[in-house]
């Protein structure tokens, strides 16, 4: 157990379909992220939320609509999926501070994911 | 944030010692060091993560060399639930970046 949680671990969603992902985090942390997993690919960024805030958009597909409410939870509303987007989906959190030598760190944890399949 | 170069698959015995170089040639003074690894389907899983100094933890080892252009992760007594996907990744880190990761080192322990 990380202390990030993700609902469903599990979806299927036809592509006319909408559906949420959610993530909680119990961590206390500042930013949270949303990852994307395709099979046999990196993980890839996908948004960033910093205090709330929405800090980077990579280039993500408006079908893919993120929101933040508070610091603890992340959504991921999809809506009119290609079959493309069948992926891990990952959410993960972290705390933004300062470091040793001027420099910054922080560790980020992830959730188990959502393996989404869309028909 | 600097490349990494990992080998992309190793073996190792079980109850031995498993050593995932990492090298990161254009790291610069003020990026960290960390590890994740990647069981089949599941997040990552942090790992370890340093400077300078080498650091242990319950997990692993981290040996950092001293230009700091390579790492080690030394995991000491592999077991076969340590056969994972593991990353290695340099970056500045703190101000809510993502995570850039790699293809990584698959680690195979054998039985």
């Known amino acids: 157990e990380t202390g990030v949680t993700q609902t469903p671990r599990h979806l299927v969603m036809g592509m006319t379909n909408k559906k949420s992902l959610k993530c909680e985090q119990h961590l206390g942390h500042n930013a949270m992220y949303w990852y994307k997993q395709s099979a046999k690919k990196p993980l890839e960024l996908m948004f960033v939320y910093n205090f709330k805030e929405q800090t980077e958009n990579n280039s993500v597909p408006s079908r893919f609509s993120p929101e933040c409410p508070n610091s603890s939870h992340l959504f991921l509303h999809l809506h009119t999926l290609q079959p493309e987007d069948s992926a891990l989906y990952l959410c993960?959190?972290?705390?933004?501070?300062?470091?040793?030598?001027?420099?910054?760190?922080?560790?980020?944890?992830f959730g188990p994911g959502t393996r989404l399949t869309v028909l | 944030d600097a490349k990494t170069t990992q080998p992309t698959s190793m073996d190792c015995a079980e109850g031995r010692a498993a050593n995932l170089p990492c090298n990161h040639s254009t790291i610069s003074g003020n990026e960290y060091v960390y590890w994740y690894r990647q069981i089949h389907s599941q997040g990552p899983q942090y790992i370890i993560h340093?400077?300078?100094n080498n650091e242990t933890n319950e997990m692993a080892s981290l040996i950092i060399t001293e230009d700091r252009k390579s790492s080690t992760l030394i995991l000491p007594h592999a077991t076969l639930r340590d056969t994972a996907v593991y990353y290695c990744?340099?970056?500045?880190?703190?101000?809510?970046?993502?995570?850039?990761f790699g293809k990584g080192t698959h680690l195979i322990i054998q039985p």
């Open positions: 993960a959190s972290s705390q933004v501070k300062m470091g040793l030598a001027g420099g910054l760190a922080d560790t980020q944890y």
């Open positions: 990744i340099v970056r500045v880190g703190g101000g809510a970046d993502g995570l850039t």
């Open positions: 340093g400077l300078k």
